[in-house]
């Protein structure tokens, strides 16, 4: 069941967006092919910040290198194109919103990249 109340905040394609959700004090639902992750304000904040660092890192990284984002259990992989993308997208989300969440200063998650 969906929130009617959901406003879509960006978009790569049909199942890779961002969304936000005022209900429980705002959530983030940010899908990314098979999987959707439910994100505080915050959280998210902090996952912008995360993926903003290890794209700066990676970026010495083999154009072929893979991209794996941990978050929690969960692995995202995705190329250095995708790794871009992404970041483009949680940027872009941040924009629509309309005030930029204040960044959480150690996140929920103990392992985030690999």
């Not at 959700?21 to 439910?38: F, M, N, Q, R």
């Not at 970026?59 to 692995?75: D, H, K, Q, S, Y």
Request: proline share 6%; glycine share 4%; net charge negative.
């Amino acid at each position: 069941m969906s929130c009617p109340h959901l406003r879509r905040l960006a978009t790569l394609s049909e199942f890779r967006y961002i969304e936000s959700c005022p209900c429980s004090g705002g959530i983030v639902h940010l899908s990314w092919d098979v999987a959707t992750l439910h994100l505080s304000l915050k959280d998210f904040a902090w996952l912008v910040e995360v993926v903003d660092e290890a794209v700066e890192r990676n970026r010495f990284e083999p154009p072929e290198a893979l991209f794996v984002l941990w978050i929690g259990n969960l692995a995202l992989r995705m190329s250095r194109a995708e790794e871009v993308e992404l970041r483009g997208m949680l940027h872009s989300a941040l924009a629509e919103m309309s005030q930029r969440p204040e960044p959480r200063s150690s996140g929920p998650f103990t392992r985030l990249l690999n």
